[in-house]
């Protein structure tokens, strides 16, 4: 499907390379970024991930049919809300928040003048910032999970579901809650664990950190404002994800004290297994 009018609000690494895949894939006639500072939106302009900008979010979704929200999650209902005020009637708004549950119930389901809004998650995401790191193939072969209520119809999944496969992405479907439950295993828990690597590492020891250490912080680069939000988003979920994290980590413990040779074994045996399954 080809759009007439794209708007992007929130063009940093997201939501730029949103634009520059819509853009370089011949999808959008006109991708309008949003932003609070012009200097961001210029960059956006000039990386070529939107064909223009502005800091008014109003008469920037005023005629897009298509309205991606691309901000920090405790910014995504506020933004939402002004945006289906003022863009077209009948308009699809989606965002790309890293937590749903709590973003789609204070979103609600009427917007209003028929704006209707699905949730988006591409788990495409960096410890890097900004537009200059915004990449057209981002979502290529990259999973997006679709977090449709029963408020959806077929036709705004549908619509969704073709939007991020055009971009390149593979596409899921999961409500809200199943989706959140599943994130805070697979990529909260694993920023949390990279974040306490990197601050229980010595300082001291720095110069002889190797591919291990640096490959299992890389993570923890990330944005500690926007994962703060993330967290606490997602509250109830980490903590329930933290518990076989703890348990395996205790066993480990157990098994060292111990000095117990198989229990190590079948502890890294089972971390290769599932490893491995991951692919690369």
Known sequence: ???????????????????????QRGLAEEVVGIGRRQESLKLAKQVGAVTKTTIDLAKGVAGSELIVVCTPVSQIVAHVKAAAKTCPEGALITDCGSTKAEIVEQIGHDLGRGVRFLGSHPLAGSERSGPTEAHPDLFDKRAVVITPTSET?????????DFWTDLGARAFEMSPIGHDRAVASTSHIPHALAAALATSTPTEFFPLAGGGLLDTTRIAAGDPELWQQIFLSNRRNVLLALEPLEEAINAFR??????????????LTRGKR??????S
């Open 254 to 267: 157990t098994a060292m004290i111990a000095g117990d040779k198989q229990a190590i074994v079948d502890f």
């Open 1 to 23: 499907m080809k759009w007439k009018s794209v708007a992007v609000i929130g063009v940093g690494l997201i939501g730029g390379s949103v634009g520059m895949a819509l853009r």
């Open 153 to 161: 119809s077929d036709d705004d999944f549908n619509t969704l579901l």
């Open 274 to 279: 599932n490893r491995d399954a991951l692919g």
